[in-house]
């Protein structure tokens, strides 16, 4: 009985699923304040526009890069006050993740992970503006996923059928 446990647990060949969270890091930060330094002269509120992009790709055949983008437009008036910009990255390991789980996990799970960390750097850069900081509002990334997948199905039904449903981020040739 022990030995059997131990070829079950012990194994370094085991088929059990496992992800982990290898590493994290800034892909991209850009910061642009063009009207500047006349904008600080404006009294009016500002307006702030934010769009939130996912990404993922396979770099070795258990390693994957997920990354979150986001990007906030601040205008007073017509004026762009600041744009940010900023890509946070994660290399992610999975491992024995069945096909039909592992574009979710990338689309979901690993941005969901990545969030705070983007969150914490755009603040910060919005911060060194020497402008109030901007944080970011929490992100419901199995919405977003999902609305991806519903646009997808929508382009590919006036296409010819395939017989494959194309994970996000990813076009027919």
């Known amino acids: 009985m022990a030995d059997q446990n131990q070829n ?5 060949d085991s088929q059990d699923p496992s992800f982990s969270l290898q590493r994290t890091y800034v892909k991209d930060l850009s910061l642009e304040m063009p009207n500047a330094p006349q904008i600080f002269l404006e009294q009016e509120s500002p307006t702030v526009e934010v769009s939130i992009n996912v ?9 994957y890069e997920a990354t979150v983008t986001a990007t906030v437009t ?9 744009l940010v910009e900023a890509t946070q990255a ?36 919005i911060t060194r ?39 996000p981020g990813m076009t027919r040739q």
């Open 90 to 125: 994660g290399i992610f390991e999975a491992a024995n993740i069945p096909a039909d789980q592992l574009d979710p996990l990338i689309g979901i799970v690993c941005p969901t992970m990545l969030y705070p960390y983007l969150r914490a750097n755009m603040a910060d850069a």
């Open 129 to 167: 503006t020497s402008l109030p900081p901007l944080h970011l509002a929490e992100v419901n990334f199995q919405g977003l996923y999902e609305q991806r997948i519903a646009q997808l199905a929508e382009e590919q039904k006036g296409q010819p059928d395939s017989g494959l449903i194309l994970p």
């Open 55 to 63: 990404g993922g790709q396979r770099l070795a055949e258990t390693v």
């Open 8 to 12: 079950s647990h012990g194994n370094e």
């Open 74 to 82: 601040t205008r007073v008036g017509d004026k762009v006050l600041y």
